[in-house]
């Protein structure tokens, strides 16, 4: 057994009404590439932040041990200067400048008064044959490709000494080539006596390249599998990753009619608004019957929030073909108006920043998409607004001291609930409901599978996005299992098990 | 009790700011401020301002969003009506059609420019801000000023409104008595509209305010508006900018508070992504509130000829600055979703006052435009502390 590098002691961390991380332990030797495996939103990215000091000392309780000391990190400064490093999975790289600009951000190179730029270019070159680039790091970075940019990353940790390199989903963006080279490329850092952390969700790269595995889920380390003593197969890995009980977390639904198919599309496919050579979907055919839950599985980035706005009037992409029937009649829905003339509603898995306006008051959000049906002659009644936003309140049991409260002052799960009020209100008879208990907290999750419920009781028909198996699984009466912009898999929800979904994403 | 008294002077601020601000000149002018003659022209002076402030409003609400061409506008537009009215000798209707038309056109373009084409508003704006003047003043073929406009023009925007009943001379002084009976008739109507208001509310069973709050409402809106007509009569009646200022405040004011289409303009300020989610064409309304300006500003073009009865090369010079001012005074949010029409009225009052005042005084002008310039800064910097105090978490 080599030396311990870094020990994370019964991290925990709470964010308003959710606790993120619960007591978390993560041991790392010297020179080893460790792995962290887990869903989405089980907490890999949270515990990544409390150690390079994203979340300061002090927003957590537990203990950092790095290199023999108990280090309090205040700003992401202070661990770097301890040669911790940090690989983000956006790239935060700056299109416009150039490789050595953006290498030495924040790290300037020469003396206070002036960048010495021979210096700095001549250091940026230095350091991009290290990662295997021939570029010149007077190239700007928009001129690179991402598999590129992402070594720039590297490289650009590199310049900062790095002796623990985190990296976040790593290879998310690139492609199979590009990903390779960067796992051989920490290979034989690792040779040179470099730590890493690894994220990922492509188990195949993680057996590939780690030494060791630990398993996060639900904000609790579950197990670490080390690659000479326990089995690192990805059906082993898998197993660890959603292997919970399934308990009595989601409501009963009690006979609920199942009946025609209220929408269809066929062959439905979306190019990407901006780079519009990049198909989002791809040739996707789906179906959702009246008084069904619809269940669409896979992972972030695989074309179903894209899928869910481009049918709901066009509201995303480009080039968008294939048939949509409502009722069994072909319609074509020129705009997010005519969308929800059509009796369709998208609540969105953004709802800060695309679905609530939160310095309104709740009874505001709760009418914005219907409010015509309060007017006569273009004026509101607001009385009446007052009274549609008490019923909702109301029914949906929202939490809040008077319906004039501005939704930014409410908790994640009561906003969630203005939300769907908001949509409610539209009168919808198919609801596409993405990620809908994204960052709330158990009971308030339980109360929202209620309202779907009531939803579906109601004759309505609803699709539900979400990264979470378990809830994909507890909730739908047929699920989808989608990936790289294709549907590749259906099955029914008796039938379904999360071992099943994850290989059906995870082997496509 | 105590919370609630605080609650309303928190929400009052800038009214109670611009009372102390009259009574302190008030005082410093040795009564001078409270002259009825200073009534008068604290109206004719600004009645521009609050016109401009009105369209300007509508396009902070969209997000911040400002027009800097609309000074600049008001030069060309005067220049151009001037030039029908006044060397080709058409009728004042002629003129005055033909100067909405050019608002009109001028705020399609900008508004498909801003919107469409996505172009920041101060860019497109600061081009016309820039090309406007100098295309009416070339228009003027060197003169400074086109004059003088029909007189028919310059009474309908800025005569009095004449005295039909026939007031009381009491003490050598004509009293205006229009004036008195209009202030009476709006008391009225206000007073009407409010108790109304709790009525409806009380017989539906909603919460409503208290009868002492709607009473003690009562009692300050009737005398502050009193005050107007009583120094209005004495200065020989109503003038009819006010007429004009008043009616588009009237609109303005119903148009944000009361309509769908005016909640949108909030809404888009507040979160422009999710207002579009929710079916509402946002472009659309972006288009609207800069057409809305153009043709306000061609209002506010009416009220500057009347008032120098002509068309100057420096009309409107700075206009675009006032009216921002106006509303970011008065509590309208530099990133836009916040801000009423009668917050702006506080604003324009407030500078007016504070203009007013200082040249009562025989405050050097320069030493006026560093005033200025500290109260705005000022009533931001209180804006955003304020706010802060009750951030959204």
Redesign the interface.
């Known amino acids: 057994m080599g030396k311990i590098l870094l020990e994370m002691k019964s991290i925990t961390k709470e964010f308003p009404g959710v606790k993120a991380l619960d007591n978390v332990n993560l041991q790392v030797e010297e020179g080893e590439i460790h792995a962290l495996v887990g869903e989405n939103g089980a907490g890999k990215s949270t515990l990544m932040n409390v150690l390079s000091g994203i979340y300061p000392f002090g927003s957590y309780t537990g203990d950092i041990v790095y290199n023999g000391e108990v280090c309090q990190f205040q700003k992401i400064k202070d661990s770097e200067e301890k040669g911790i490093v940090i690989i983000h999975q956006e790239l935060a790289l700056i299109p416009y400048m150039s490789i050595g600009e953006n290498m030495f951000l924040g790290n300037e190179q020469g003396r206070k008064s002036a960048i010495d730029w021979d210096k700095t270019y001549a250091e940026a070159d230095k350091y991009l044959r290290m990662v295997g680039l021939s570029e010149s790091s007077r190239t700007l970075i928009k001129d690179i490709g991402v598999g590129k940019q992402q070594l720039v990353e590297i490289a650009k940790a590199l310049a900062k000494h790095a002796k623990l390199l985190i990296l976040d989903e790593p290879t998310s963006s690139l492609n199979e080539t590009d990903s390779k080279a960067l796992l051989d490329l920490l290979l034989k850092f690792k040779q040179e006596g470099m730590t890493s952390i690894i994220i990922s969700h492509k188990l195949n790269e993680v057996s590939y390249v780690a030494d060791k595995i630990t398993v996060i889920r639900d904000g609790s380390t579950i197990e670490t599998l080390d690659k000479n003593v326990d089995d690192i197969s990805e059906d082993r890995i898998i197993k660890g990753m959603v292997g919970r009980e399934m308990t009595d977390r989601f409501p009963k639904r009690n006979d609920v009619h199942i009946g025609d198919i209220a929408m269809e599309v066929k062959d439905w496919t979306v190019y990407h608004p901006q780079f519009s050579e990049r198909k989002v979907v791809d040739g996707v055919s789906m179906n959702v019957r009246k008084g069904e839950v619809v269940g669409i599985a896979g992972l972030m980035g695989a074309g179903r929030t894209e899928l869910a706005m481009s049918i709901f009037g066009k509201a995303y992409g480009t080039n968008i073909s294939g048939q949509l029937f409502l009722n069994g009649q072909e319609v074509q829905l020129k705009n997010i108006k005519d969308a929800i003339k059509h009796k369709l509603a998208y609540v969105t898995e953004d709802r800060k920043g695309n679905g609530l306006i939160l310095s309104n008051p709740i009874k505001v959000n709760t009418t914005l998409a219907n409010l015509s049906s309060l007017t006569s002659h273009r004026v509101i009644d607001k009385d009446k607004e007052y009274l549609v936003a008490e019923d909702y309140r109301d029914k949906l049991k929202t939490k809040c001291p008077t319906v004039e409260q501005n939704v930014g002052n409410l908790s994640g799960g009561n906003q969630q609930k203005v939300l769907l009020a908001k949509w409610m209100f539209a009168n919808p008879d198919v609801l596409i409901l993405d990620e809908p208990t994204r960052g709330i907290d158990v009971g308030a999750k339980y109360e929202i599978y209620c309202i779907i419920n009531d939803l579906v009781a109601a004759g309505k028909s609803v699709i539900m996005i979400s990264s979470e198996l378990p809830e994909v699984l507890g909730m739908s009466d047929r699920i989808y299992v989608m990936n790289e912009g294709k549907m590749v898999g259906e099955m029914s929800g008796a039938e379904a098990s999360q071992e099943s979904i994850m290989s059906c994403i995870l082997k496509s | 009790m105590g919370d609630k008294v605080l609650k309303v002077l928190k929400e009052n601020t800038m009214l109670i700011v611009l009372v102390a601000v009259v009574l302190f000149f008030n005082f410093t002018t040795k009564g001078m401020m409270l002259q009825p003659s200073q009534f008068n022209a604290l109206i004719t002076q600004n009645a521009y301002v609050y016109v401009l402030a009105t369209g300007m409003l509508m396009c902070m609400l969209t997000g911040g969003n400002i027009d800097l061409s609309c000074g600049s506008f008001v030069c060309l537009v005067g220049v151009i009506g001037a030039k029908v009215m006044v060397e080709k000798q058409m009728p004042v209707i002629v003129g005055v059609l033909v100067m909405l038309i050019v608002g009109v056109i001028y705020g399609a373009l900008l508004g498909a420019i801003i919107a469409y084409v996505n172009i920041p508003p101060w860019i497109a704006t600061l081009a016309g801000f820039l090309a406007l003047r100098g295309w009416g003043v070339a228009l003027m073929n060197g003169a400074s000023n086109i004059s003088p406009l029909p007189v028919s023009f310059s009474t309908a925007f800025t005569g009095k409104l004449n005295d039909l009943l026939g007031g009381p001379v009491i003490g050598g002084v004509q009293y205006n008595m229009t004036s008195i009976v209009v202030g009476i008739i709006i008391s009225i109507v206000a007073v009407f509209l409010l108790l109304k208001g709790r009525a ?2 009380l017989k ?1 069973g ?1 919460q409503a305010d208290s009868l002492l709050s709607v009473v003690v409402k009562c009692v300050v809106i009737t005398a502050a508006i009193m005050l107007f007509a009583y120094k209005l009569s004495l200065a020989g009646g109503i003038p009819f900018a006010l007429l004009w200022v008043a009616a588009i405040v009237v609109i303005y004011s119903f148009i944000t508070s ?4 005016g ?1 949108y303009f ?2 888009i300020g ?2 422009a ?9 946002t472009k659309k309304i972006m288009f609207i509130a800069y057409l809305n300006m153009a043709v306000l500003t061609v209002v506010s073009a009416f009220l500057t000829m009347g008032r120098f009865q002509a068309a100057n090369s420096t009309a409107g010079t700075n206009y675009e600055m006032d009216a921002i001012s106006a509303c970011v005074v008065g509590g309208v949010s530099a990133y836009g ?2 801000g009423t029409v009668f917050g702006m009225i506080i604003g324009a009052t407030l500078i007016g006052v504070i203009n007013l005042g200082m040249s009562l005084m025989g405050i050097d002008a320069n030493w006026q435009k560093v005033v200025k310039g500290v109260v705005l800064l000022g009533a931001v910097v209180f804006e955003i502390l304020n706010n802060k105090k009750n951030a ?2």
């Open positions: 409806t509310k539906k909603y009361m309509t769908d289409f909640r909030y809404t507040g979160n992504e999710a207002t579009r989610l929710s079916g509402i064409d979703g916040s959204v978490k």
